[in-house]
């Protein structure tokens, strides 16, 4: 994962709040590899009806919003269950960042493991977003190190919250398992430590 | 030097923190239980392109839930690709060497059922798995919380987790819950209060007399649903009734062991001036039976409430939203809850589908016709073999109900279990998401006395009154 601090694209309005991760990407498409690529799946039942037809009316099914990097929502994105694929399917539809007033535990995380920001904005900065977003997608500029956003061109800055560990993981692009490893040592150590101490927390009496 | 007061929270965080230089990062959490199941392979996938193991394979446990057939489960899987998930879980297993509750294990069942069950969640532990209700664990006294993929490959790798410290809040129920009133009412009814996103970024501790009188059944009810209102996780701090729910379970530590482990939870206990961030107080004894009318579980009221109506909302974002759900559901605002036809039930999921519900559920049925069809999917397979030997099988039966084998079936819909398009479902489940069931599903929360009520009525409908003169374990 390669990191970035700053972001400049296409921003789309999706004014509906409490988008679950059920919606962003409905149970029955996870069984697929992630080489297939989940693009298609994002959104897919507010997206397409029944017969898959897409809804012409539907934010990010209108000609000018091809190419979003960037979705100004509201607020509680991302609630619900944990499945990554949710994160998949915005990062393959080719979108960069959410900004939002609120967003699930899990998907945040999830979403820093994939590159995706999650930017936490006031819900007055959102409507505000919004209603400019809703008259035509926009180009949005993002600023990861002083933690702002704002329409291209002189709009006005928003500053989004981000969790510090988060900030710095999207912008060094970290990878969790190569950083963790790096501590083997510890872990041993610690791993040692427990199993002299509480020998009785491996089921079967520790003998691992 | 006294060290400053700590709750229990604070106290398991502690003790799972490795101690190593952070800079810049959260913590990292060693991990005591991981938990996979076929859904996991995205994680699998991960790992094998790295070439690495299982660090800790006598730590990870895996079980097949999600998808699994509820129906004949001795012919071959139908659907190709869930028959090479749960396959690919199975090789997962034997390559690295961990235990497996397969789909033909007797002791198969829904991930957060069979945990406790087996003795594996015990107080004290840091337990995850790829799966956001992962939150029941906490019922125990541990933190248990929901993982992403790239953090279950994580965990797979190093046995650890990265996490930043949420904050503390409490969530006092005080008073006695009344009779037909149980755990997932009480939940319904603060995640009504706060919101779905109510509790964002908090560790939620449970207490209070009302909290203190559940079982261990109602406790894992209760942290399951932590999530629904925003909390990373629930707990309730171990006490009698948590060490008798486990003394004895194959899993558990026996012998000198026991004793050991007990000592050590017991020192776990929050200390009497330690103070959460925040805390919220409820009357138990003023909740009452709860259902969902809309698409998110904030969306709950009373049963004797009536559909709220967006005109009167307090502002036009929640207007807009109120209408948008109540077309979803297909309901029309002021109309009284109880009444609303229902077009089927389902009992079910790792909520609401422990031996304790299906018992309060067949309390409602027995000698009861249900006029609309229903599914009942014990927790386990040990639930289910355990409530045949009771004879609630065949009050299901006798009903009408269909009772199937264990799985997360119509919770998810993922192994075909679904609710048509349009048709409504009385469920005991704990997420009323737009196609969460099934596309096109409207789905209404509640508990199993409420789901069981609503199948003889053919209607949402007030359980107390069948209930009337039962005996309710
Ligand atoms: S029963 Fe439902 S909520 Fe529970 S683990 Fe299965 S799918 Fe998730």
């Known amino acids: ?208 | 030097m006294t060290a400053a007061p700590r709750t229990l929270f604070d106290k398991l965080w502690d003790a799972h923190r490795v101690p190593i230089e952070t800079a810049g990062r959260s913590d990292l959490l060693w991990v005591d239980r991981h938990f996979v199941h076929e859904g996991s392979h995205h994680a699998f996938a991960k790992l094998a392109e790295r070439g690495l193991g299982v660090a800790e394979p006598d730590l990870t446990f895996g079980v097949a839930d999600h998808y699994v057939p509820t129906r004949d489960r001795d012919a071959p899987i139908a659907d190709p690709d869930i028959a090479r998930m749960v396959e690919t879980l199975e090789q997962n297993a034997a390559t690295h060497g961990f235990q497996l509750f397969g789909l033909h294990d007797r002791r198969q069942g829904i991930v957060h059922v069979v945990g406790p069950e087996e003795g594996l969640t015990l107080p004290g532990l840091v337990v995850v798995c790829g799966d956001s209700h992962t939150s029941t664990h906490g019922a125990f006294g541990s933190l248990g919380f929901g993982i992403g993929a790239t953090e279950v490959a994580h965990v797979l790798a190093t046995q650890t987790v990265w996490q930043s410290r949420p904050a503390t809040m409490r969530i006092r129920v005080e008073g006695r819950l009344g009779p037909g009133v149980g755990a997932k009412d009480v939940a319904l009814a603060w995640i009504a209060r706060l919101g779905a996103d109510g509790a964002r970024g908090h560790a939620v501790e449970y207490a209070g007399a009302a909290v203190r009188g559940l079982s261990m059944e109602g406790r894992m009810t209760l942290c399951n649903l932590s999530i629904e209102g925003g909390a990373r996780m629930g707990l309730v701090a171990p006490d009698a009734v948590t060490l008798d729910y486990l003394k004895g379970r194959p899993f558990a530590p026996a012998g000198a062991d026991w004793d050991r482990a007990c000592a050590y939870w017991t020192g776990l206990a929050g200390d009497a001036a330690a103070e959460p961030d925040r805390e919220v107080v409820l009357d138990g004894s003023e909740v009452a039976p709860i259902v969902t009318w809309g698409t998110s579980p904030e969306d709950a009221l009373p049963i004797t409430g009536t559909v709220p109506d967006p005109a009167r909302a307090p502002d036009p974002t929640r207007a807009r939203k109120i209408a948008a759900a109540l077309d979803y559901m297909g309901l029309a605002p002021g109309r009284p809850l109880d009444g609303i036809p229902v077009d089927r039930i389902f009992i079910g999921s790792c909520t609401n589908a422990r031996i304790e519900d299906l018992r309060r559920a067949a309390a409602v049925l027995e000698g009861r016709r249900a006029k609309v069809p229903g599914l009942v999917s014990a927790g386990s397979s040990l639930v289910k073999a355990q409530a045949e030997e009771e004879g609630l099988d065949a009050i299901f039966r006798a009903a009408g109900l269909e009772w199937v084998d264990s799985g997360c079936s119509m919770c998810v819909g993922m192994n075909g279990d679904r609710v048509a398009p349009g048709e409504r479902c009385a469920s005991t489940t704990n997420r009323n998401f737009r196609g969460r069931q099934g596309p096109g599903a409207r789905t209404h929360l509640m508990s199993p006395v409420m789901a069981a009520a609503a199948a003889v009525t053919g209607t949402l409908t007030d359980a107390r009154p069948l209930l009337a003169g039962r005996e309710v374990a």
Not at chain 1, 44 to 70: K, M, Q, V, W, Y
Not at chain 1, 135 to 140: G, K, L, T, V
Not at chain 1, 143 to 153: F, N, P, Y
């Open chain 1, 1 to 208: 994962m390669t990191g970035w601090t700053h972001h400049r694209g296409k921003a789309v309005a999706l004014p509906v709040e409490g988008i679950d991760t059920d919606q962003l990407i409905p149970a029955r498409f996870m069984s697929r590899p992630r080489a297939a690529g989940y693009g298609d799946f994002l959104l897919h039942d507010l997206r397409f009806d029944a017969d898959g037809t897409p809804d012409p009316d539907f934010p990010l099914n209108r000609p000018e919003a091809a190419g979003a990097s960037i979705l100004v929502t509201r607020r509680n994105f991302g609630g619900g269950s944990s499945r990554e694929a949710a994160v998949y399917a915005l990062a393959d539809f080719g979108f960069r960042a959410v900004i939002a007033p609120s967003f699930g535990d899990i998907f945040a995380a999830n979403a820093v493991n994939n590159g995706l920001l999650p930017a936490r904005v006031t819900p007055a900065a959102a409507e505000t977003l919004l209603e400019i977003l809703e008259r035509a997608p926009a180009r949005m500029e993002i600023d990861l190190e002083a933690c702002s956003v704002a329409v291209a061109g002189g709009g006005e800055e928003h500053a989004f919250t981000l969790d510090d560990a988060m900030r710095e993981k999207l912008v060094n692009g970290w990878d969790d398992i190569d950083l963790t490893r790096r501590h083997a040592p510890a872990l041993d150590a610690w791993r040692r430590g427990l199993k002299t101490d509480r020998a009785w927390l491996w089921p079967g009496g520790g003998t691992g």
